[in-house]
Nanobody, 123 residues
Framework: QVQLVESGGGLVQPGGSLRLSCAAS????????MGWYRQAPGNQRELVAT???????NYADSVNGRFTISRDNAKNTVYLQMNSLKSEDTAVYYC?????????????????WGQGTQVTVSS
């Protein structure tokens, strides 16, 4: 199977920075898009940023210009550099990956989620 393990969350003051990491492991042939999503209490999970295997990125308007997504394909790892953090960025952040793997002789594509990491922006 495939596992995604996130790290880097925590408590930070407004205006501060954090860097999230998410490493994928297991039965992986390749990974297409990877991304970060977040969910604040009482809200639906929302897209933060995505990145394709070739490095094309997409950002939510609310984080564009403050957050940067990147990935290391050799390590099956995606990162989210978060700068100029605001209180409204407080949420649980989830990593997502679209993984290509071989199962019983067939190539299959599946989406996997990490367990989530808490980011709290507060003074």
């Amino acid at each position: 199977q495939v596992q995604l393990v996130e790290s880097g969350g925590g408590l930070v003051q407004p205006g501060g920075s954090l860097r999230l990491s998410c490493a994928a492991s297991g039965s992986i042939f390749s990974i297409n898009a990877m991304g970060w999503y977040r969910q604040a209490p009482g809200n639906q999970r929302e897209l933060v940023a995505t990145i394709t295997s070739s490095g094309n990125t997409n950002y939510a308007d609310s984080v564009n210009g403050r957050f940067t997504i990147s990935r290391d394909n050799a390590k099956n790892t995606v990162y989210l550099q978060m700068n100029s953090l605001k209180s409204e960025d407080t949420a649980v952040y989830y990593c997502n990956a679209n993984v290509i793997r071989k199962n019983n002789g067939l190539w299959i594509s599946s989406n996997y989620w990490g367990q989530g990491t808490q980011v709290t922006v507060s003074s």
